[in-house]
Structures are given as C-alpha cells and as structure tokens.
C-alpha cells in the first residue's frame, strides 16, 4: 500500500518537472569552460531563465530595457545563479567575473512556451593559478535550472573536449580523471598535465612505445641484439631516430600520407629483416645504417598513424608534435636501459651470444614475421 | 654472426616462433569469439505485437519503468514509460563478442523515477552468463538533445565502459570521422559489424548506423514516425539521401528510431505531450516510407509544416508551431 501511494507521489512529481521541459528539451541548460594555455579561463552559461529561475513576464519586461542586467529580477537571478555555481580547478576555487549578459526575447508568447527556447548567456572570465586537469563544476542543491545541464570542458592541452553532465540529483560535473581507473602511466599522464600542460604530450609519446608500442619495441631491441659494442647501438639508433623523426612531422603535417595497411606490415617486415640480419652478419655494415635509416621512415609514418588518432591540438601544434617525438625518444631509450639492465651485463661473455642474443632475435623475428601475416593478411 | 648448428636454424626458429604464435592466436580468438555473427544473411528478430504506450492515468501507471524487448538473442529495445515522459524513448542495446553498445539513454535523468543502468547492467550480467563472455559497454548517442542522455550520469562511474562523450568533436573522434557527414565507417562490436554514418538536419551532430547482422538501419530522429523537427532542411535532404544510398547498397529489413508520435491514421499525429497513445501504430518502419521522405525532399522549397501518411515534418520552424486543434 505504501509502495503504491509512493508510486503515484513519484509520478505526479515527474509529472510537474517535465511538464517545463517538452519538446526534446530543446531549453535544457549548458555550461561551456575553456582554460587556455596561458591559464586564462571562461565559463558560458546558456539558461532558459524565464522558464526557471524567474516568470516570463518579468524576463520579458528585463528583455526591453536598454541595461537588461540592470533590472532588478535579472539581478536576483544572476545572484541566485553565482551563489550555486562553483568551479574548482585542482584544490583551488575560481573567482568567476562576470564578463557579459545577453538575453534572447523574440516575443511574450515565446518566452512564455517552453517549446520556443529564449535562452540567455552569461559569460564569465577567470584566471587559474594553479593549472590542473582535475577541473570541478558544481551547481548547489538550492538551484534548479531546465535539466539535464550539459557541461563542457576545453582544456589546452587536451586534444578533445570532454562533456558531463550535471542533473538534479548529481550535482557535480567532476572532470577529475578516476585515479583508481587509471594504469600507472596514465596516472603520471594526469600528474604532468596538471605540472604543465604541452607536457602530456611527452608522456603520450612515451607510452607509444612503452608500453603500447610493442612493434617499435621489438625494432629498438633488434638493434640492440646486433653483435658489437656502445659505438654500433649509437649508430643505429642515431640513424633510426632522424629517420622516424623527419616522416613523423611530415606526416603529422601532411605532407606525405601513406595508408597504415601498407606501412603496418612493413613495419613488422623490418623487424623480420633486422633480426635475421642480426643473425648472418658478424659487424655493423654501412648499408645495414641504410636500411635501419628507411625503416625508420616507416617507422615514422606508424607513430603518425597513432598521432592523428588521437589529433594534436590546433594551439600549440607544432610544440605538441616536438614533444610527442621527445617522448618517444625517451620511450626508446628506456627500452635500451631496460634491455641494458637485464641482459647487457653480460654483452662480453662467449655464451652471450648463443645463449641469449640469437634465442632473443629468433623470437623477435618470428614474432615479426606473425605480425607481418596478421597485418597483410587479416 | 651464426653460431648455431646450421644457417637454417634461425629461419627455423623463425617461422616455429610465428606459426606458434599464429596458432595461439587462433585458439584464442575461438575460444572468445564463441559467436559468429554472419551478415550474408538476414539474422531473424521480431517485434512485439504492441509497445507499452503509457495509460490514461499516468498517476495509476504501473508498467515497468523500462520495458525491455529482445529482437533476437543480442538485440535488445528499451523503451521509456511514457508515463514517467511523454517522449517514450526508444534506446538500443546491442551485443557483439567485445562490446555492447548501448544508443541513448533516454529522457529522464533520476535513477528513482528510471532506473536505466539497472536494467542494462541485468541485461548485461544475463547475457554474459549465457554467453559466457564479457563485454565492455559503450554509452553511445544518435544524437546531442538531452532526451537522447538524460540519464548518461548513470553509467559515469559504471566498470568496462566506454563514454562516447556529448560534444561534437567527442562523437567524432569516436566514431573516427574525418569527413563527417559524408564518410561511411565500419564499427565492430566483435564479429558483429555496424556501418556508421552522419545524417544532420534535426541535430548537427547526429548519426545513423546500420546492422549488417540484423539489416536494421537505426535513424535516431531524423527519420521516424512522428514529427521531424528541421533546424537545417538541406542538410536533412542530405542525410535522408545518403540513408536511401545506404540502403541502395545493403539490404534493409527495417528502419527502426526513438519515438512513435503518429496514430495509425494517415497524417494524424498524437498531441504533443501525450502520455497515453492507444492504438499506437509499429515503431519500425519501411524503406517505402523512406521512399516517401525522399519524395518530401523533391517537394518541399521551403519552411513550413508538410503532413505525410507516416510523419510529419516542421521544416525549419519554431517547435512549438503545431498542428494540434
């Protein structure tokens, strides 16, 4: 009997809020932030205010005077409005300064019909102290504004907007990333961009090759696996870098454009040929340098590939895509430190070769030449 | 430098390396790709008779929240009680071997009044025991108005889901446009295969896709029976164009959407707002009906209401204009 008499509250008072929402919610309520690179802010809020916080009339009446926010129910709307929202980025909370008010009001019948949206943006300016990617909007529980809000963040830095959304019952629109979600590296992602923003493109570029980049993994230590000393690793790693370095750029600039299901599989060949070529010859041969200088073009083209996956941002392009490369050159050369750490101890004793750089390279030409049919085949 | 016994012995162990990794691939891909999903032919599903259409009561409404209807064994069709919203929401959840893909989240927000991530996550959770595999759900949109998400907060702290995103550039970048509207992709859920494209017009952002399993071809708002809503007609045209070359090109068995707001009665619709639509006609419909629309593309030069058998269209004006006596 209880649940019942429950039942039908729930409904009459569902009734009554989407009686002021028809129509597809065509006035429901959005809140767009932008924090740019130099740590200034803006936060736009468009809001149906005479269906919500004041009566149509009264909106109507503002809508006609010459200083709109001026009149005195826009003013207890804007004051009822600052009250409830807040933002926070990081630990900090933003003193957000009205910039503008700008009311849309075609006419008293429109701003009285829900289904005829009159909506009115308010912008504001604010500056971060302290930049971070944990950015915080919440709207207090003594507001109700045309729900659901839909909530916006552009954050320099970030390749994408990211959206949330703030309804009656949640009330915050948190663009913290959940850390308890978050892999090791993405957590030290997180950290960097909150340090300095252009900085998470270095970490990107890491975790191209390590961990995500298993193939370019398997090239570096097929280098590495080549009999000889520091001198012949140098060399072609020196090579290997410039190489994937040059059609990186190019490619991410668009100036040349080679389709992946031609360069992933010649990528995986490149790892077949380094290792067998590891296997046959007894020193660095100058047209070995060549050839590891063209598969680094190739090379190149893959971390490309990624790169427009996930789309460098338009501010900033070119010191995105610099630290994306430095990135991936620390991901390389802790790839070697690795290889270094577990097995080059031991670079000079006579079982080195047979016992662990041929069993390695062997593995890592097979496992380049699975991919190779993989990628050519499927 | 060779050391070993003969020069063939790397290319040897070369080739055990790979097949042995080729067939450790294989058996995996058997052993979690347990179901086949074949699009050469037309994979069976059925309607229900009638929807659940609200009551002339809502207040004595005691129909589930959620009324939940499989079209086929990985098919599912939610639709929103239209006593709890007058927009009785139609929202899809769709399995493939990876993924579930659920599009739109309907049009009321509280877990309370419309426990949506509820019934997902039981649909899910039974899915999976009798499939015995797990899928990461992805919370997907046909388009950005909020009775399409009103409820998407549910599934923000939901474990193995993706969030499309709301924004345009979010639904972009997921889908992989890089020439939105025009591009066709392909999306595969795991081993069932999707044809995604955009259809703009009612919203900028909107997309349409297309089941090779099922041969269903999901048309969001753009296209469904009831009142098309324009804020840009020609790019509706567009769009109504490239869903008739899609299915030019791939075999349609029916075009299904988000709402119903037609009566079975040529060119009648409900009235705005009803939470009761007895005699509702199918929620599906044909490619003779988009024939039709694409006809309304020849026809209509500019804004207006234009009344077809099977919907409505409210070119490019004020929503609240209607044709309600």
């Given amino acids: ?378 | 430098m060779l050391r070993w016994h003969s020069k063939l012995t790397p290319l040897i162990g070369t080739a055990i390396v790979a097949t042995s990794l080729l067939a450790f691939d294989k058996a995996l891909s058997v052993s979690t790709r347990a179901l086949i999903f074949d699009a050469s032919e037309t994979a069976a599903g059925r309607f229900p008779e009638s929807w659940i259409h609200g009551s002339e009561s809502a207040m004595d409404n005691d129909d589930p929240a959620v009324q939940v209807h499989a079209y086929n064994a990985h098919t599912f069709i939610l639709r929103e009680n239209k006593a709890i919203n007058y927009e009785g929401a139609f929202m899809y959840l769709l399995f493939g071997n990876e993924r579930a893909l659920l599009i739109d989240q309907g049009s009321t927000s509280s877990p309370a009044l419309f426990p949506l991530r509820e019934v997902v996550d039981e649909i899910i959770a039974d899915w999976e025991a009798e499939h015995g595999q797990s899928v990461t759900l992805i919370v997907a949109n046909s388009h950005l108005h909020g009775d399409h998400y009103a409820a998407w907060n549910q599934f923000v702290d939901r474990p193995e889901t993706i969030l499309v995103g709301l924004t345009h550039e979010e639904v972009l970048a997921y889908w992989g446009f890089s020439n939105y509207p025009e591009q066709r992709l392909t999306y595969d859920l795991g081993g069932r295969e999707f044809i995604v494209t955009g259809t703009p017009g009612h919203q900028s952002s909107e997309i349409a896709l297309y089941d090779t399993w099922t041969d269903l071809l999901y048309t969001g708002d753009m296209f469904y029976r009831g009142r098309l809503y324009l804020d840009d007609w020609e790019a509706w045209k567009l769009s109504i164009l490239r869903l008739r070359a899609l299915a030019d090109d791939f075999p349609v068995a029916h075009l299904v959407n988000n709402h119903i707001e037609m009566t079975r009665i040529a060119g009648v619709d409900y009235p705005i707002g009803s939470t009761w639509q007895p005699n509702e006609p199918p929620m599906e419909m044909t490619l003779q009906m988009l024939d039709e629309a694409v006809q309304a593309t020849n026809e209509i030069t500019k804004p207006g209401i234009y009344t077809y058998d099977h919907f409505l269209i409210y070119n490019e004006i004020p929503w609240a204009y209607t044709t309600d006596p």
Wanted: glycine content about 6%.
């Fill in chain 1, 1 to 378: 009997m209880l649940l019942r008499y429950a039942h039908i509250v729930v409904l009459i008072i569902t009734l009554s809020v989407t009686s002021g929402a028809m129509g597809h919610m065509l006035n429901m309520t959005h809140i767009d932030v932008k924090i740019d690179s130099s740590a200034q802010g803006s936060l736009t809020l468009n809001i149906d205010l005479g269906q919500s916080l004041i009566s149509p009339e009264a909106y109507w009446d503002a809508a006609n005077q010459l200083n709109s926010e001026a009149h005195p129910q826009i003013r207890y709307a804007l004051a009822k409005l600052e009250q409830a929202l807040q933002v926070t980025v990081g630990e900090s909370p933003i003193f957000l300064e009205r910039h503008s008010v700008s009311l849309q009001a075609d006419s008293l019948s429109a701003v009285t019909n829900p289904l005829i949206p009159q909506m009115t943006t308010i912008r504001y300016d604010f500056q971060v102290q302290k930049p971070s990617p944990n950015v915080r909007v919440s709207l207090n529980p003594t507001l109700t504004v045309p729900w659901p809000c839909l909530v916006r963040l552009d954050l320099a830095g970030q390749p994408l907007p990211m959206s949330r959304v703030i309804t009656d019952e949640t009330r915050v629109a948190d663009f913290a990333p959940d850390q308890g979600t978050l892999g090791p590296v993405d957590q030290l992602v997180s950290k960097w961009a909150g340090l300095a923003p252009q900085a998470i493109w270095v970490a990107i570029g890491f975790q191209h090759i390590l961990p995500l980049g298993l193939d370019h993994m398997l090239f570096v230590l097929g280098l590495f696996f080549l009999a000889g000393g520091w001198r012949v690793l140098l060399l072609q790693v020196t090579c290997f870098t410039i190489a994937h370095s040059v059609t990186l750029a190019l490619s991410t600039l668009k100036w040349i454009a080679v389709p992946t299901n031609i360069v992933e599989p010649l990528i995986a060949l490149s790892i077949v040929y380094i290792a067998l070529d590891n296997l046959y010859s007894t020193h660095l041969a100058r047209w070995r340098l060549a050839v590891i200088t063209v598969f680094g073009l190739l090379h190149g083209m893959g971390f490309a590939a990624v790169l427009s996956d996930i789309g460098l941002p338009k501010e900033g392009f070119i010191n995105a895509l610099a630290l994306f490369n430095i990135g991936v050159e620390l991901g390389q050369l802790t790839v070697l430190l690795l290889a270094f750490m577990l097995v080059g101890w031991w670079r000079k004793q006579g079982w080195y070769q047979a016992s662990i750089a041929q069993p390695a390279t062997v593995a890592i030409a097979g496992t380049g030449l699975y991919w190779f049919i993989k990628r050519a085949a499927f």
